[in-house]
DNA sequence: TTGACGTTTCCATGATTATCGAAATGAGGA
DNA sequence: TCCTCATTTCGATAATCATGGAAACGTCAA
């Protein structure tokens, strides 16, 4: 029963880090955008005004943190945002963070994207 | 339709960072264990092994943050987690981390106990 | 009013993070 | 091979964060 292998504490720390800055939110959002095909670094850091070795500072901590993939091509590096591991952040806040047994928190409700998915639950 | 007022950016980096820490971390969900309740600063302190100015310190961010609110009992101060905050701070992640439009995350796959849901996307 | 308790503020110190320029590395194209 | 482009590494600097002790503050009980 794939139970989304839950993270642990520790890595959370490092992907909550990873998130929280500027800079690399909107670059993590930018890939997010982007999908699976991703961005090359010198592309990122146009759209955000970064220095390519500021680029570079802040990505890694992305990429240490597991968030988002590098691959090559040809002469650019492609970064693309890791979903596996967005779920499984989410997941860790879910269950962690969202009161266990208490109802306060109603995670579900506010998604539902824009495609009617007839979902009963 | 309540959409769960969606955080900005901006706000979103305060909370990102008042969690990316593994003090604020534990005390957070040491709190969402809690549940409304709360828990005084002092217990707090006690069980993540913390000198009082340093529990202060950590917990003033996850306040800053509107993470946890704060009241005063006698001559306690008792924190709560604030499940609201948390919700909208999900949301975020969902609607802006999660790719709209790319089926490769499930955010609400995990959390759902245990049904077997017969999603073929 | 006095005293004890719980918490916060203040202060100094050390550690970590963010930024940018310059140099180094790697990967095509001529 | 030589040159150029894309990216990373290195180094220096400034800024912010984390920690704990000491003092100050507010609250309650006697």
Known sequence: METSNQ????????ALAALAHEHRLAAYRLLVEAGPPGVAAGEIAARL???PSSLTFHIQALLRA???TQRR???HVIYAADFAAMNGFI???MQNCCGQGVVACAP???VQTDFNQAQTA
């Not at 993270?7 to 490092?14: F, R």
């Open 7 to 14: 993270p642990d504490p520790h890595w959370m720390v490092t």
């Open 49 to 51: 005004g970064l220095v």
């Open 66 to 68: 597991g968030l988002v």
């Open 73 to 75: 091509a040809s002469r």
């Open 91 to 93: 997941g860790f806040l």
């Open 108 to 110: 579900c409700a506010p």
